[in-house]
């Protein structure tokens, strides 16, 4: 049968070649069952049935090394070869052994199998799993010294009690170098092949073939030197069953594509695969010792080996240290140079700086910020983002040249250090940089696939810096104000700038107390019925009684709380709050809805559902009692994940309206994807009705669109008479504003939303 690795590929041989195998193990057990039984003509039934098998495995590598892929024909030939000359080598040896029945160990044969332990081994170093040429050397040093090293224990296991007049023959002595050549080769075969997983099959089953065949020549050699051995012993058989076991080799499947990947990482060498070709190195030693004849002299090829092997040690040692300062330069780049683009990492920037510092020249530091970069991420995947940042870095090396140094700190931040150059103003720097990194044309050419432009903040070092974690704090803190002007921008960190940064740290740590101190309070204001004048609903606005600043508006702290991430804690509490406050009103205005803005960051967030739920269930308010208000911007960016949450929610009965509609990126493909219920027109166009024609046309346009879509309109921002006849006009059903109210407290809008008693 064949393996099934074989079968499962595709690979498998052609029916000559399975007859071939067949014939091949018919004539192996013939032969074994031959030797067993003593029958006549044992040796040469030995030397015929090595030779065919041999011959069978050279003619199963060759059809090997044309079915294989191109990177194993070299591996599978030179088998080929090794096959070829094992059976040539037999078939002189039948031949000198029948023409003076000797054992002919000639210089000839000697040749063709020292030739065919040449070729074999060069298989091995050729095959799918040795990696690199220095780990080819590593394997043959390495296969080396484990050969050199059992010579001494050999001698003394083996010669040890040998007569000196039968040591002077060199069949004897010379005889040794077999089996140590045997394991020398598996050796090195254990080297190439002992970290690969999976483990390619073909080189399991080869290395059976030389254990077979080391455990063969080690009891011939301790056979011949006793003097017992006769051609035809039953050992004989191993040597055909190594050929065998190569020939069987070649009916494998070819390796994945993945597994003969040269650039994949190899995994790290099991501790035993170290100190393997250092372990017999001790019992050498001892051996050289128990190798003294009673003369006190070491026998002179105990000697040689000797040297040889402290020769061979140290040029291992010589490679192994070579590769140890290349593994440090090495682990000099990864420790000093970010992997992506190339350029210094946040480690050598510090250092560089210290070091700047320490010699107290004027020191100017750029920090870097891209706008946007995480919209390029979510929207055409991290890949191009990884493009993008290095042909940021590119552009950036270009732009500063040699008035800098250029480094990326971390994800899309980078920093640029300006020292010991006081003509070069950071000013002028950072407009370089902002010019460089304006889209251009190359964006699309060079496969980047989107854009991003950056914040820059300066700062220059001062009496005010300690050190210079201060000095990129400074620059931190412009960065951000550089963003806040409208990005694309930069900065230069002024005391203003340091002392409004201080209180921004401070008003974030007293944000995280307000949700559990109960500093946070609703106000609510109602949206109203157009055609008569009722409330309808009220949209829920968040405040925050700060203990020392007094009532803060949403504006002076909802956008740090969605850049801190406080937003989500602040959003759960609104939407319970919101939901309690409307089951209030319930018994007496059943139709009156609650209104709640939601973050994006919230309405990414997988717990959304599970908390609109909590706080219906828990007011005991029917969901439909509940509209969730979400920026136009916020959706457009959501992810598909996003949309099917929404749909739930939909399913729920939840409303959905599209917050400060017209004020985002406006793609009206967006509205057939997106289960909103209502859409709420921005105040800017509403202010502008009565005094801008085009303002009057795009209210007109968005509630026509929005009857389209079967949606309700809000007017938001509704002030004055002729603001609400005008919207009234176009058709917009409800309307909110300060011309139907402000924000108030629960009791008041309580008092606008029921009824009066009868007198």
């Known amino acids: 049968m064949l393996p099934q690795d074989a079968r499962q590929a595709g690979a498998t041989p052609d029916l000559w070649s399975g007859a071939g195998f067949a014939a091949a193990v018919a004539i192996l057990l013939a032969e074994a069952a031959w030797l067993v039984a003593g029958l006549p003509g044992a040796a040469l039934a030995s030397d015929l049935g090595a030779v065919a098998v041999a011959g069978w495995s050279t003619v199963a590598c060759v059809g090997a090394a044309r079915r294989h892929p191109a990177q194993l024909r070299r591996f599978w030939t030179l088998l080929a070869a090794t096959m070829c000359l094992a059976a040539l080598g037999r078939a002189v040896w039948t031949a000198q052994r029948l023409g003076d029945d000797s054992l002919p160990h000639t210089p000839l044969i000697g040749a063709l199998f020292t030739a065919g332990i040449v070729t074999g081994t060069a298989a091995l170093l050729c095959s799918v799993t040795a990696r690199s040429a220095v780990g080819r050397a590593r394997a043959v040093l390495d296969g080396v010294i484990v050969g050199l090293s059992l010579i001494p224990i050999g001698w003394v296991l083996v010669f040890r009690d040998v007569a000196a007049a039968d040591l002077a023959d060199p069949v004897r002595t010379l005889g040794l170098l077999y089996p140590m050549l045997d394991l020398a080769q598996l050796t090195i075969l254990v080297a190439v092949a002992g970290t690969v997983r999976p483990r390619w099959r073909p080189l399991t089953v080869i290395g059976a073939s030389l254990v077979t065949r080391a455990v063969a020549d080690a009891a011939y050699v301790s056979l011949v030197a006793r003097g017992d051995y006769a051609p035809g012993h039953p050992i004989d058989v191993c040597w055909p069953l190594s050929y065998l076991l190569v020939g069987v080799a070649t009916r494998y499947a070819p390796p994945a594509p993945d597994e003969t990947d040269e650039t994949a990482e190899a995994p790290l060498p099991p501790w035993w695969r170290v100190a393997l070709p250092y372990l017999p190195v001790g019992g050498a030693i001892v051996a050289v010792h128990l190798a003294r004849r009673p003369d006190g002299q070491t026998p002179q090829l105990v000697l040689l080996t000797v040297m040889a092997l402290l020769g061979v040690l140290a040029a291992r040692q010589g490679l192994a240290a070579n590769e140890n300062l290349r593994l440090v330069a090495r682990l000099r780049i990864l420790a000093y140079t970010d992997q992506l683009t190339g350029l210094p990492n946040r480690l050598t920037f510090n250092r560089r700086l210290r070091r700047a510092l320490r010699a107290g020249a ?183 009684r700060h203990p020392r600043l007094g009532l803060l508006p949403p504006a002076r702290f909802l956008p740090l709380a969605e850049e801190t991430g406080l937003i989500v804690p602040i959003d759960r509490w609104v939407i319970h709050e919101a939901c309690r406050a409307a089951a209030t009103w319930r ?74 509609f017209g004020t985002g990126y406006s793609s009206l493909s967006y509205l057939h994807h997106i289960p909103a219920t209502e859409l709420k027109i921005d105040r800017s166009f509403v202010a502008r009705l009565g005094a801008d024609a085009r303002a009057y046309a795009t209210v007109e346009m968005v509630t026509q669109l929005a009857g389209a879509f079967d949606l309700s309109v809000i007017a938001e921002g509704v002030e004055t008479e002729g603001q609400h006849a005008a919207v009234t006009a176009i058709g917009c059903v409800h309307g909110q504003g300060w011309r139907y109210g402000r924000p108030t407290g629960l009791a008041d809008l309580r008092a606008a939303l029921l009824p009066a008693a009868p007198a």
């Open 362 to 544: 004027p020191v100017s530091v750029l920090l870097l910020d891209l706008d946007g970069f995480k919209q390029v991420n979510d929207r055409f995947g991290h890949g191009t983002g990884d493009a993008l940042l290095t042909t940021i870095a590119g552009r950036m090396r270009r732009a500063v040249g040699d008035d800098g140094t250029v480094a990326r700190l971390g994800g899309d931040e980078f920093a640029v250090l300006v020292d010991d150059r006081p003509q070069v103003r950071p000013e002028h720097l950072a407009e370089r940089l902002l010019t460089a990194l304006q889209p251009a044309e190359e964006d699309e050419e060079d496969g980047v696939g989107g854009h991003t432009t950056a914040s820059i903040g300066i700062a220059e070092y001062g009496p005010q810096h300690a050190s210079h974690t201060d000095l990129l704090r400074d620059a931190d803190i412009a960065m951000y104000a550089a963003k806040a002007a409208g990005k694309s921008a930069y900065r230069t960190c002024t005391a203003e700038l340091r002392e409004a940064a201080v209180t921004r740290a401070e008003l974030i740590d007293d944000l995280r107390r307000a949700v559990d101190e109960r500093q946070l309070h609703l106000e609510f204001q109602p949206i109203v019925d157009l055609a008569s004048g009722e409330v309808r609903s009220a949209e829920a606005l968040v405040r925050w």
């Open 587 to 660: 018994d007496r205005a059943p139709d009156a809805t609650v209104a709640v803005n939601i973050a994006a960051a919230h309405l990414r967030r997988p717990d959304l559902i599970a908390t609109v739920s909590e706080a219906t269930a828990g007011a005991g308010l029917a969901p439909r009692a509940l509209t969730l208000e979400l920026t136009e911007s916020a959706l457009i960016e959501g992810s598909d994940t996003v949309l099917e949450r929404l749909r739930q929610l939909r399913e729920l009965g939840i409303h959905i309206a599209i917050d400060d």
